[in-house]
T-cell receptor, first 113, second 114 residues
């Protein structure tokens, strides 16, 4: 199983500032990569995913993540955050054909006005 | 479209009591999973199922049992609850193979064992 490291447990950020959440995983075999978001007292919602193709993937609400195979990373970025982006963000990885997800410990993003 | 539904949403148990958490999905997914979420540890896989009638152990299976008698349902049982099982439990489902997209999660069950 993959080991997933999210390098920051807490990220405070001001509204309209950029944010980057870092994610590294352990194995360089073919993988599926995901970012999930969890708002307070809710379940996990998919934010974006990499299955194949372009290494830069985007979400509908302005987030993007880039798959870097050589560095085994899948960092998440947003150029300008909103108060509503306050949530916990989880990076998840599964090996190709496995489908079981390994999760990072999560990064709590708190956006302040 | 309900997706993945978990019952109950909240439960308080006394040490040694038993209970069953129910997960139901209406997406005809083959794979189903139970995870637990603890602060600072992300989500950890307890058990999973790759189809009706099959189950397998995940990363933290001790103290839990599961059953998948019907494709749409995946039950998680605690035979003798312990305070260490206080957690938020999430069920998820996915469809493997060429059409694979992502895992869909339920809203969670918050369990407290006192």
């Amino acid at each position: 199983a993959q080991s997933v490291t999210q390098l920051d447990s807490q990220v405070p950020v001001f509204e309209e500032a950029p944010v980057e959440l870092r994610c590294n995983y352990s194995s360089s075999v073919s993988v599926y990569l995901f970012w999930y978001v969890q708002y307070p007292n809710q379940g996990l919602q998919l934010l974006l995913k990499y299955l194949s193709g372009s290494t830069l993937v985007e979400s509908i609400n302005g987030f993007e993540a880039e798959f870097n195979k050589s560095q085994t990373s899948f960092h998440l970025r947003k150029p300008s955050v909103h108060i509503s982006d306050t949530a916990e963000y989880f990076c998840a990885v599964s090996d190709l054909g496995d489908y079981k997800l390994s999760f990072g410990a999560g990064t709590t993003v708190t956006v302040r006005a | 479209n309900a997706g993945v539904t978990q019952t109950p949403k909240f439960r308080v148990l006394k040490t040694g009591q038993s209970m069953t958490l129910l997960c139901a999905q209406d997406m005809n997914h083959e794979y189903m999973y139970w995870y637990r979420q603890d602060p600072g540890m992300g989500l950890r896989l307890i058990h999973y199922s790759v189809g009706e009638g099959t189950t397998a152990k995940g990363e933290v299976p001790d103290g839990y049992n599961v059953s998948r008698l019907k494709k749409q349902n995946f039950l998680l049982g605690l035979e003798s609850a312990a305070p260490s099982q206080t957690s938020v439990y999430f069920c998820a489902s996915s469809a493997p193979g060429k059409g694979y997209t992502e895992a869909f999660f339920g809203q969670g069950t918050r369990l407290t064992v006192v």
